[in-house]
């Protein structure tokens, strides 16, 4: 599983659709199972009061910030002085060639942001040893980033958002597909000319609100959420049948009968199957993750997940890139912590 090709991928999308590179280094073994991954958010982001609406940048004094006695964490911008622009969180090994500016950093992962969206939590890491190795050590260095990222993402008083990448969304579908639609409900009431089942209400406004310990409720985390619909209104046969031929074509990237190419037309006439597809496949991910469900690319949306984080709508053709269009149809899923 070419887990680095997916992100490189995947992050490019993301920077794209906010905005409208990241460099690669290894998971040395002796950082490898020194991180520690824990479902409690990390000290130097645990600090705000629920009655706060702005907080302050945990890199307010520094931009490191030493985690523990082995790593630490780096903020780097990448608009001047902006604090608030387009910025990187590098977690480091805790040594003195950290200090020397003329030294390639080694990034053992990365969260990119600007403003308050996050977005391409990434494991720079050689890939040997199996899933169940991969998701322990994507997790256990993501987690302390994620937690200080969201923090520094929230001065704001802004609600923090994140863009996750729904990487293997296109193999998903095709396994699907060629076992008749098992495994995806959307799916098997398309191919059986069935009205699919709604999974939210179409265009529903719901009111998330973030419940601490105590159960108190969180203003600032309040927020109208305008829900995907999983439904699909087919008005007759032919609707369906054209909307499974581009299904079809999306996730396998062979032209449909009678086209020369995967065009815009493709992809307009498959978009709301393929949105209630991704709304579906997005909610395949666990927390923990399970990597011997099956199911592979879906990490980043498992980690925005463990630090409360959901999967608010999908957003179609998040990118073009022709690298995520194979594999992922170009859709991202838009998620909000509340």
Not at 18 to 33: A, E
Not at 92 to 98: A, F, G, V
Not at 171 to 190: F, I, K, M, P, Q
Not at 228 to 233: L, Y
């Amino acid at each position: 599983m070419h887990h680095l090709l997916f992100y490189s991928h995947a992050t490019a999308a993301a920077e794209r659709l906010i905005s409208s590179g990241s460099s690669r280094s290894f998971l040395h073994n002796t950082y490898k199972r020194n991180i520690h991954a824990s479902h409690k958010t990390h000290q130097a982001a645990a600090g705000k009061r629920n009655k706060d609406l702005f907080t302050p940048s945990p890199f307010k004094r520094s931009d490191k910030i030493n985690i523990d006695d082995k790593f630490t964490v780096q903020r780097d911008l990448r608009e001047g002085d902006n604090t608030y622009g387009i910025r990187r969180y590098l977690l480091l090994p805790r040594t003195n060639d950290n200090d020397d500016p003329t030294l390639k950093p080694n990034i053992i992962a990365s969260i990119n942001a600007n403003k308050n969206i996050l977005f391409g939590a990434q494991l720079h890491a050689k890939q040997s040893g199996s899933d169940e190795d991969y998701i322990a050590d994507y997790f256990a260095a993501c987690e302390p980033l994620l937690d200080i990222a969201k923090e520094d993402a929230s001065i704001n008083g802004q609600q923090v958002q994140a863009l996750a990448a729904l990487n293997g969304l296109c193999s998903w579908v095709t396994a699907c597909l060629d076992r008749d639609g098992e495994g995806s409900e959307v799916l098997t009431s398309l191919l059986h000319g069935e009205q699919p089942n709604t999974l939210l209400d179409n265009d529903k406004e719901e009111q998330v609100e973030n419940r601490g310990a105590s159960g108190s409720s969180n203003r600032r985390a309040r927020q109208n959420v305008k829900s995907q619909s999983a439904k699909i209104i087919l008005n007759n046969e032919s609707d369906r049948i054209l909307m499974l031929d581009a299904i079809r074509a999306i996730a396998t990237g062979i032209p449909r009968p009678g086209h020369s190419v995967v065009g815009q037309g493709t992809y307009r006439d498959g978009a709301e199957g393929w949105k209630s597809l991704a709304w579906e496949y997005s909610n395949l991910a666990t927390v923990p993750v399970d990597a011997s469900n099956g199911v592979t690319g879906l990490e980043e949306v498992s980690l925005y997940k463990s630090r409360d984080g959901e999967v608010a709508k999908i957003e179609h053709l998040a990118s073009v890139e022709a690298g995520y269009l194979k594999i992922a149809g170009g859709a991202m899923a838009r998620m909000f912590f509340v």
